[in-house]
């Protein structure tokens, strides 16, 4: 969850004492792992588990996560995250044996249920995935923020460190997103399944590389987020969006090293947990701070484990994929753990839980099998198939021990699952455990299959029946939360249908989720007949003409086109522009204009098309074809739905 009681560094006196702070939990973490102070000999398992919150009507985010909370009276296992739309449960740790896999299975679907009851009361409903299909850029604005200290405090310090700059989100795969934004808080749309591993300190340096060397194959197989804002970008696009969210660095004409915030590091850990600590402060500059209640070396002097809060509050703000934890658990003893970030949320509670199973078993059966992973495999390897794992999932290729090539599916089947197997037969776990959450991974694996195939492949079923991509969109999200429903693992759904939406309400959209965006525009000074076999070429009856910039300057109609031609037809040799036959000043819309109010305007004035404008630049635009698709789409499923009533 993080610490909430945080604040933003003001001056630099309030940021040297923090820094002191810092340092002196350094040297009593030092203290206690050179005297042995760490609880060892047991190992247990917890996990975090986020998700959206929809309007059961249209299936976007709704802001309601602060008073969903306040109405369940704040329980412990509930907490809210950075944007509104989003909440957070933190269950149980559990010690590493019997049957406690699917005690947590059985812990997730209790608190659901409990959460979805008041949902109810909100006519809204939960969503477990790694990045919501129906998830626009305008739900990421400033002010979709949880109003909690601590967010304002980080969000305020990072655009400060990024000196105030855009972030900017490119991303390539099938399409392509380029696109820029006021806020780091494009880092709310991801939502994951964290798993943390508690680990004896002197098995530390072992037990973090072997989860360096998982990372790629964890997400592979649980990859969940090939659609961020309508495109099909990576097979787990959280990764990406979440690292250049949160990226600060600059441009520069030398070619001096910069690290980013968020990462999977640069090479091995070789002597503790400290190692990674200490490069993080060195590396990272400090960005909260907290009230420090107590010296952490005083506290080692009375023989009391101590909080570390600085120490936490730095490593919170620094967001590693495999990220080392410090905690003290409920006998008063200090331990440490691993937290697994790679893993998205969803697609279902079965697939979630089988994803921590392999996980935590293939951990465990590589600790018992590869004495120091160092010396079989070169850290660029790993680093090179973290990549390759979030651009293409279960699809992808792997550089394995000892320079071997090999596709992630074999890997899997060959090797990592029995593994897995072995981890967690070697903790007792109970063999029906370790059958159910295995075989689901084996099914995957099987059916090349996971939630990102799963989702692409009924994106690309549903935009062949010519639906638009507000309604394909809402669709895979309403089967995504009907199979979630059902408890059906990923590798049992069918393909997204339309049929399953039910009904469908587009006319509260905003434009920015409907309007095109893949346009044609011309320059004031291109000449006329350019526009007219553009026109031909792309069967279109409506141009706009934008400036070097992009700023609107004009629509071209193809009612002018045929006044300009009849009048050539009359003898007339002169070369005409766009410019000068051109609409100068075109009725416009906002992006954040509802769909409703755009028909209203261009019934009003007799329009056959809406360019779609944001501070005078063209971000899209909307015609009266697309108006059309909209009633038919909508007579035909009342159609439906007035047969299946009658049957």
Known sequence: ??????????????????????????????HMLENDWFESGITRFGAEVEMVVVDNQTLKPKNIAMAVMEKMKHPKWLD??????????????????????????????????????????????????????????????????????????????????GLGKDVELKLFGIDELFVRHDTPLLEAANTSFQVHLQVDAPEYVKMYNIAQMLAAASISVSA????????????????ATFEQALDTRTTHEHMREQSTRVSFGKDWINESILEIYKEDIARFKVLLSTEIESNSWEQIQKNIAPELSALLVHNSTV?????????????????????????????????????AAFWLGAMKGM??????????????????????????????????????????????????????????????????????????????????????????????????????????????????MKNQKNNLPVHKWKKADLIQLGEYKPLELKVSEFMETDLFTVEKNDIIELVGELMDWRRIRYVPVEDAEGNLQGLVTARLITRHLLKQAEGTDKTTVVGEIMITKPYTVKPETTIIEAMKLMRKHSLGALPVVKKKVLVGMITESDFLDITSRLLERLHVNSKAKKS
């Not at 003001?10 to 004492?17: A, G, H, L, S, T």
Request: charged share 30%; glycine share 6%.
């Open 1 to 30: 969850m993080g610490t909430q009681t945080v604040e933003r560094l003001e001056d630099e006196k309030q940021r040297n004492v923090f820094i002191k702070s810092l340092l002196t939990d350094v040297r009593a973490l030092e």
């Open 80 to 161: 809210g995250e950075l944007a509104q739309f989003n909440l957070e449960f933190n269950l149980s740790p559990r010690e590493f044996k019997g049957g406690n896999f699917r005690l947590m299975h059985r812990e997730i679907n209790r608190y659901l249920k409990l959460l979805e009851k008041t949902l109810v009361e909100f006519d809204s409903a939960y969503v477990l995935t790694g990045i919501l299909p129906t998830l626009q850029k305008f739900n990421l604005n400033q002010e979709n923020l949880t109003p909690r200290k601590r967010y304002f405090a980080l969000i305020d310090a990072i655009k400060k460190l």
């Open 224 to 239: 969940n987020s090939p659609i961020v804002f309508g495109k099909r970008l990576w097979h787990e696009s959280r990764i």
């Open 319 to 355: 967001y590693r994929w495999n990220r080392p934890q410090y905690g003290i658990s409920p006998n008063g003893k200090p331990h440490l753990r691993i937290e697994n970030r790679v893993m998205p949320a969803g697609p279902s509670v079965p697939d979630m839980m089988a994803n």
């Open 367 to 480: 600790a018992k099998n590869y004495d120091d992973i160092r010396k079989t495999i070169d850290f660029s390897a790993l680093k090179d198939n973290f990549g390759r794992a979030a651009r293409f999932g279960i699809e992808a290729d792997f550089t394995w021990m000892k320079g071997k090539k090999i596709h992630v599916s074999d890997l899997l089947k060959k090797e990592l699952i029995p593994l897995a197997a072995e981890g967690l037969k070697s903790c007792n776990i109970d063999s029906t455990d370790i059958s159910n959450y295995l075989g689901i991974i084996r099914d995957r694996v099987k059916k090349k299959t996971n939630g990102a195939v799963w989702l692409l492949d009924s994106y690309s079923h549903l935009l062949k029946q010519k639906v638009s991509k507000d309604e394909t969109l809402t669709t895979l999200t309403a089967c995504i």
